[in-house]
């Protein structure tokens, strides 16, 4: 980049809750932060169901009244039903170990809450283009350059962050990317109307119906509508139909427990596929770079870690520019290794809980086990996203690192 000026501070790739949180704390602090992205606006995505830690964290960039407002569904609790006996357990998060940092979350239509955060990240001084797709990214000693498609040419700055979700735009390029073991599965998923609802604050309780080759998500909206997935291994769900509106139709109704729960459907949108989602990357910092969101790696919808550890890692990316932009300087390699290990370890403590639910029937014995309240409130915490407390037995004691809990 030798001797000409940057364009911006920071460019931001990716408009979602990672890119956009990131964008707002900068901005905020003065820095000239662009964000693009190649879409023409926020649009239907899952992920939607927030945990108390993440809402903290909307609350910290002043999203607490809009959150409130009444577009989003309040979420007070968990709850695990299983399928083959319908037995089940609620969790509230009032009764997490640390539950006065944060009791409340919401459910949320995706489209609804990413604009927010967009909008949020605009008015906070962040210039937000729509559109826009990047095409290269050219690290250099003193910057980076950020490519365009077609005549929109390019712009450079001082750092740029990858925030482009499953995309991946940098750890693709670089091959930082890496499957996770034993995670590949298969989600089929779409919104509907019609959908039986708790009383009073169990109205927005996710529900997770657990079996044996498979799980179901319900998360209820706030308009009424609801948010359905399935999620199994890849050969298990394409032999239960023809097509994935077969397909999803036989999961939906396989048992007493779905048939309950998912009874008066109406399909409001086309069905959904995912697949091999979940992965991680080796690196997630350089000098003039830092991965965010689900650029840095997923892990697997069950805990709805999603948005958390997007903002969680918007939060620390933010940071970490702000102090490299106040000394004029790239990143360190102390702070890209820290920056690094920081979020790896959110993610191998969520990942132990996925793999304790999938290999040693951890959600069943959490349901069936009535006296531990220890364990239990611990539980909770992880449930609501406190993966940083080091005095959770679940984490302390090493519990996750053993990969089998209860």
Same mark, same amino acid.
């Given at each position: ?76 609790? !968990? #709850? $695990? @039903?299983?399928?083959?006996? *319908? ?6 998060? =009032?009764?997490? &170990? +640390? ?57 450079? !700055? #001082? $750092? @740029?962050?990858?925030?482009? *979700? ?6 693709? =390029?670089?091959? &930082? +990317? ?229």
């Amino acid at each position: 980049m030798g001797h000409i000026e940057p364009d911006y501070d920071v460019v931001v790739v990716g408009a979602g809750p990672g890119g956009s949180t990131c964008a707002r704390r900068l901005a905020e602090r003065g820095h000239a932060v662009l964000v693009v992205d190649r879409a023409s606006g926020s649009g239907f995505k899952v992920g939607e169901s927030l945990l108390p830690e993440g809402v903290r964290l909307c609350h910290e960039l002043g999203l607490a009244d809009a959150l409130a407002a009444g577009d989003f569904q309040p979420k007070h609790a !968990a #709850r $695990f @039903v299983l399928e083959e006996c *319908g037995s089940q357990g609620r969790y509230p998060f =009032a009764d997490a &170990l +640390r539950a006065e940092r944060g009791s409340l979350a919401y459910q949320v239509q995706r489209e609804r809450f990413d604009a927010l955060l967009v909008r949020h990240a605009d008015a906070g001084g962040a210039e937000v283009r729509w559109g826009l797709q990047v095409v290269a990214v050219d690290l250099e000693a003193d910057g980076v350059q950020v490519r365009f498609r077609g005549d929109d040419g390019d712009v450079r !700055a #001082r $750092f @740029v962050v990858d925030a482009t *979700g499953q995309g991946q735009l940098l750890a693709r =390029a670089r091959g &930082l +990317r890496r499957p996770l073991e034993g995670l590949g599965k298969m989600a089929l998923y779409s919104h509907f109307a019609g959908l039986p609802r708790g009383d009073g604050d169990e109205a927005g309780d996710i529900t997770v119906i657990w079996g044996e080759d498979s799980w179901t998500w319900i998360i209820p909206f706030a308009d009424g509508t609801t948010s359905v997935g399935v999620v199994g291994e890849p050969q298990f769900v394409r032999a239960a139909g023809a097509t994935d509106d077969a397909r999803f139709e036989a999961l939906c109704n396989r048992s007493a427990s779905h048939r309950d729960l998912l009874a008066g459907r109406e399909r409001l949108r086309p069905l959904q596929r995912a697949a091999d989602f979940s992965y991680e990357c080796s690196e997630l910092a350089g000098e003039r770079f830092l991965l965010v969101g689900d650029a840095a790696g997923f892990i697997d919808p069950i805990f709805s870690t999603g948005v958390f550890l997007a903002q969680t890692s918007a939060f620390r990316a933010a940071a970490d520019l702000n102090t490299a932009l106040a000394a004029g300087r790239g990143l360190t390699r102390d702070e890209q290794t820290a920056y690094t290990a920081d979020l790896h370890r959110a993610v191998r403590r969520f990942l132990s809980l996925v793999r304790n639910s999938y290999r040693h029937g951890f959600i069943q014995r959490a349901i069936r086990s009535r006296n531990r309240p220890g364990m239990r409130r611990a539980f909770i915490s992880l449930l609501a996203g406190d993966v940083f407390d080091e005095d959770n037995p679940l984490i302390g004691m090493g519990f996750l690192e053993r990969e089998r809990i209860f």
